[in-house]
């Protein structure tokens, strides 16, 4: 009778332990407790969840609760080994949005069996490309649970549209959310804006050269003066006459193919790279519209600027026009004058 009443007293006791620890397919962790499995096939030992779980056999779980373990048997099932396999990932919006700039988000609502150790996105600008081998990739590696994070490509085109998915890796594989698309604004084009390197100086407006009815183009200013220097040779005809407008380019052109002399306004502003010119006339008086948006002019009396405008009535090729930055004032002047130049390109 004793014996019986011992047996009782602990297969009741080992009822209500199992009764207080967590089920496998309904795992309830205690605030505060470690989680650990352990397999019957290995003699008992930390089982590390990289090895694949079989249906049928049994394996333990073990929550500890301030400093005391208590173990429940599980027997494995399908819906077992499902809760070991990549994170559950999902891309949310992407968010802000500029012109070449943007924020990726994604989401892991699960971590499935062991924690993430790559997250991240996939992006290109065709729609429907394989994640695993194709589109730009940036990411972060480390040891990450659920919940949100973002992170931000470099060199977007402006606007351009992409298509981009989020991503992330734990040690049974990666998982891949939903592609999204998104695309990168027009940047706001406003006379003293920044801009490819420079200031826009001008838009061009219907009837000027270089005007394209529905887009946006002008002139784009260096950020500040060249230092003072002559305009070219004096006394040789370089036939840079135009003064209009969409003419400084060639007329910088031809001063340099007829003066070779280093250190000359025209070309101290073709050395700032491909595309840039002292302006014409007409385009340097564009400037002097526009100095205060544009900055950095010299608006006293010393602020003389050259133009790429030859004076085609000086018979003895010795001039060439400027503007006198501080009244709008221009004439023709002697091209070995020392006078400032402020370099621009067309866009």
């Known amino acids: 009778?004793?014996?019986?009443?011992?047996?009782?007293?602990?297969?009741?006791?080992?009822?209500?332990?199992?009764?207080?620890?967590?089920?496998?397919?309904?795992?309830?962790?205690?605030?505060?407790?470690?989680?650990?499995?352990?397999?019957?096939?290995?003699?008992?030992?930390?089982?590390?969840?990289?090895?694949a779980l079989v249906n049928g056999q049994h394996y333990y779980a073990s929550q500890i609760v301030n400093g005391v373990e208590s173990v429940n048997r599980l027997d494995v099932t399908a819906s077992l080994t499902s809760c070991f396999t990549a994170p559950s990932i999902s891309t949310s919006v992407v968010s802000p949005i500029g012109s070449t700039t943007a924020t990726f988000n994604g989401n892991i609502s699960a971590i499935n069996g062991a924690n993430v150790t790559t997250r991240g996105f996939k992006y290109s600008t065709s729609s429907g490309f394989k994640p695993a081998s194709a589109g730009t990739n940036i990411s972060e590696t480390g040891t990450f649970s659920t919940g949100t994070f973002s992170l931000n490509p470099s060199g977007l085109t402006l606007s351009t549209t992409y298509y981009v998915l989020a991503y992330a890796t734990n040690s049974f594989g990666t998982n891949y959310g939903a592609e999204l698309s998104f695309a990168t604004t027009a940047p706001v084009l406003n006379i003293g804006s920044s801009y490819q390197g420079g200031i826009i100086a001008y838009i061009f407006v219907s009837g000027d050269n270089g005007y394209v009815s529905g887009e946006t183009h002008g002139l784009i200013a260096a950020i500040s003066d060249n230092v003072r220097s002559k305009w070219g040779c004096i006394g040789t005809l370089s036939s840079a006459t135009g003064t209009a407008l969409g003419t400084g380019y060639q007329n910088t052109v031809k001063i340099m193919n007829i003066c070779t002399t280093t250190g000359i306004a025209a070309r101290l502003c073709s050395n700032l790279g491909a595309g840039w010119y002292l302006p014409s006339k007409d385009e340097l008086y564009k400037l002097y519209l526009n100095r205060a948006a544009i900055g950095n002019f010299n608006t006293t009396s010393t602020g003389l600027y050259w133009s790429s405008s030859e004076d085609a009535n000086s018979h003895d090729n010795w001039n060439s026009f400027f503007y006198d930055f501080s009244n709008g004032g221009y004439q023709a002047k002697d091209k070995d004058e020392l006078y400032l130049s402020r370099a621009v390109r067309s866009f």
């Open 1 to 51: 009778m004793k014996r019986f009443l011992l047996i009782y007293l602990i297969l009741i006791s080992v009822g209500v332990l199992l009764a207080q620890t967590p089920t496998v397919d309904n795992l309830t962790v205690t605030s505060g407790s470690v989680i650990k499995w352990y397999s019957a096939t290995t003699g008992g030992t930390l089982y590390t969840g990289t090895e």
